[in-house]
């Protein structure tokens, strides 16, 4: 590990086929946008260096297929995940009410019982908006995940949902110190949720 790097986390991208999850992954680890981008197969995974208070941190992004059929490849990729991102279309209501199961999933097979979550609507630059702001904070409220609005396409809100989620994860010592140094994966359960975040915060 490269001396000036705090740790390495690892980030899931999860949600719906569709709703966005590679293009955000793509507007944020290159800053580009494809709007012909393919649906994912399986797995795909990134890699970015971020700084946060002054803090330079390595992230695995995996983005994972949202199709039913290639769900049995994803539960592998759940183990000694630090942050999670959570994925639904501003202007698809169906791939919202999806996001419970999608809960349950990360709830299922997370290692760490403190993973944070953060709750991304995507595509706010439509115009047939489905899901309302408030609608979304009051669920990610409910479930006490963050939660941010974004566009791959314009920019908007993408590289603050990952500062914001890594910021929580490193104010959050007992997902990463066990292993920071020799970047060994071990899980930690049994810790409590952090106090505090930033102004995107919906914790209760």
């Known amino acids: 590990m490269d001396e000036d790097i705090l740790t390495t986390l690892k980030i ?50 995996w983005d994972t297929a949202g199709q039913e059929r290639f769900r049995t490849l994803t539960p592998s990729y759940y183990r000694d995940a630090q942050g999670a991102i959570l994925v639904f279309d501003v202007s698809n209501h169906a791939s919202f009410a999806k996001l419970e199961t999608w809960l349950n999933e990360l709830d299922t097979y997370s290692t760490k019982s403190n993973i944070v979550k953060m709750i991304v609507g995507n595509k706010i630059d439509v115009k047939n908006r489905e899901v309302s702001r408030e609608e979304a904070m009051k669920f990610a409220r409910k479930h006490q995940t963050l939660y941010i609005e974004a ?54």
């Open 151 to 204: 566009s791959a396409k314009t920019r908007d809100g993408v590289q603050t949902a990952f500062e914001e989620l890594v910021q929580k994860v490193i104010q959050t010592p007992a997902l990463w110190e066990s292993y920071a140094g020799d970047n060994i994966h071990i899980g930690e359960k049994g810790h409590p949720p952090q106090s505090g975040c930033g102004s995107y915060c919906s914790l209760v």
């Open 12 to 61: 899931l991208i999860i949600g719906e086929s569709g709703v966005g999850k590679s293009s955000l992954l793509l507007r944020f680890t290159e800053d580009n946008f494809d709007p012909e981008q393919t649906l994912t197969i399986g797995v795909d995974f990134k890699t970015k260096k971020l700084t946060i208070d002054g803090n330079t941190v390595k992230l695995a992004i």
